[in-house]
């Protein structure tokens, strides 16, 4: 019976690296078991992973219970995952039943960094890397401006705070994977693509979040660092019923999409780069019902 669960280890064709949610990844992967080892049962893979029950694992799998470090142990030992299996699994169930914010982003950058260390290319580790760092955005808006140079060098010095010229030479690669950004007919500069990126529902949401918080922490420092002239920094202190509170939304929606077609649809040359931040947050504390 070993022997028969190893060689069908060695024949696996699901790559767990290739996840984002460790309850598909267990279903999938229980199919598979099914599908090519008629020895497999609940019964079986309880006795090998030290489980109590059958039953236990069972739960897990339907979405019943939740993982403990320990199940997660014994859920490895029972699949026989390797090092990197064992902790790519448990920082994924970490991140999924994880709340606070500041540990989901330690355990999603543990699961990318073995993501790229296994060479897993698609776009949505390629999506983590263009958010993760605020020029990424800035350096596809700069090939728009006149004047622009492919040269990383000269990328590097035109953005502001400047970045290194390293920084600058990963960011056009990373446009280039990502079908942002292509080589103009001359092959020595660079050209806008019509095509847009956006920040997916659900696990990766988060993607979105960190990008706007590290934009708000430049929208302070330039307040210091940026001339009154260049930059406009407003804001207003109003009451608002909590029913009329969608329908502002819903117009914040609408002007950003409506300045975005706009913007879009300028054919001349850019002269500058900006960031435009709208925030809505609440100041006083809901009443508990």
């Given at each position: ?225 940026v001339a009154v002239e260049q930059r406009d920094i407003t804001g207003i202190v109003f009451g608002i019923p909590r029913d009329a509170l969608q329908e502002l939304k819903q117009r914040l929606g609408e002007f950003r999409k409506e300045l975005t077609s706009t913007i879009g649809s ?24």
């Amino acid at each position: 019976m070993r022997n028969l669960f190893i060689r069908m280890k060695q024949q696996e064709d699901i790559n767990l690296f290739t996840y984002n949610d460790p309850f598909t990844y267990l279903r999938d992967k229980v199919q598979w078991l099914k599908k090519n080892n008629r020895a497999f049962s609940f019964r079986y893979f309880a006795k090998k992973a030290n489980f109590s029950s059958p039953s236990t694992f069972k739960l897990i799998l339907d979405g019943k219970r939740n993982m403990t470090v320990d199940s997660v142990e014994k859920i490895n030992k029972g699949l026989q995952h390797n090092l990197s299996e064992s902790e790519y699994f448990l920082n994924l169930v970490l991140l999924h039943q994880e709340k606070n914010h500041e540990k989901k982003k330690k355990y999603f950058d543990a699961i990318y960094k073995i993501q790229k260390r296994k060479n897993i290319k698609d776009i949505q580790t390629d999506q983590y890397e263009y958010f993760s760092k605020w020029y990424h955005p800035v350096v596809r808006e700069l090939v728009r401006c006149e004047g622009f140079k492919g040269d990383p060098e000269w990328i590097a010095k035109k953005i502001f705070p400047a970045i290194s010229v390293s920084q600058a030479k990963k960011s056009v690669q990373l446009l280039l994977r990502l079908g942002l950004i292509e080589k103009d007919p001359t092959g020595e500069s660079y050209v806008l693509t019509n095509r847009a990126i956006s920040t997916p529902k659900d696990f990766f949401s988060l993607l979105g979040r960190n990008f706007h918080k590290e934009m708000g922490k430049k929208g302070m420092e330039a307040l210091d660092t940026v001339a009154v002239e260049q930059r406009d920094i407003t804001g207003i202190v109003f009451g608002i019923p909590r029913d009329a509170l969608q329908e502002l939304k819903q117009r914040l929606g609408e002007f950003r999409k409506e300045l975005t077609s706009t913007i879009g649809s300028m054919e001349q040359e850019t002269d500058d780069v900006y960031y435009l931040n709208i925030q809505l947050f609440p100041v006083t504390k809901k009443e508990e019902q």
